[in-house]
């Protein structure tokens, strides 16, 4: 049986669908083809209809957190005064709703312990990704005249996925949600965003 472009589009989106919720549950290397493919409601064969190997599934679903993740950022931003804007964003990524959101929060806390070991093109396509939300973050600063905006912008991302990562670490819910309260309050300070405009 002969399919369409939209089927096959509509395939793989199922395929990087799973392969995003296998890192996010076990990391990029680990995950299995078969055991996506399965999850899926595909089988083994078909996978390579869709992806040269599992490598270029794993690029493909990291460039799908990404997309995610940008996505996120311009939920909580878009239409909104930098400053206000800034500030919706921290709130979110500093909250105990994102630390617990593991299987849907930004990839930078779930892939950072995990590249050092992954593939050089895996590791281009993080640094991309975290060039884009800095630089999402620095055009922010910008408007707000934010002396150094990349250098903040970078120095402030570094901070809020630290805080997340340690406050997913630890099992104490009151040591955990002080940590984000703490960098909430850090990071709002640093970019004067309890300043008026």
């Known amino acids: 049986m002969r399919y369409d472009a939209e089927h096959k589009e509509r395939t793989r989106a199922r395929v990087l669908k799973e392969a995003v919720k296998a890192i996010r549950a076990e990391g990029p290397h680990r995950i299995g083809v078969a055991g996506v493919m399965s999850r899926a409601g595909l089988t083994h064969g078909g996978f390579y209809a869709h992806f040269q190997s599992k490598d270029d599934l794993v690029l493909a679903a990291i460039g799908e957190m990404f997309n995610g993740a940008r996505d996120t950022f311009q ?15 921290v709130d979110f990524y500093l909250s105990a709703g994102h630390r617990d959101a593991r299987e849907s929060g930004c990839p930078l806390p779930v892939l950072s312990s995990d590249l050092p ?9 993080f640094a991309k990704g975290v060039a884009r939300l ?13 002396p150094n905006a990349e250098v903040v912008a970078s120095s402030v991302l570094a901070e809020m996925i630290g805080a997340v990562s340690l406050a997913r670490a630890i099992s104490d819910p009151v040591q955990s949600d002080a940590i984000l309260a703490r960098s909430r309050t850090s990071v709002a300070e640093r970019l004067g965003l309890g300043a008026q405009a």
């Open 117 to 125: 070991r992954m593939t050089d093109p895996a590791r281009e396509y």
């Open 75 to 89: 939920r909580h931003t878009e239409g909104r005064p930098p400053r206000e804007a800034l500030q919706a964003y």
């Open 134 to 146: 800095t630089g999402s973050i620095q055009g922010q600063l910008e408007q707000l005249e934010q």
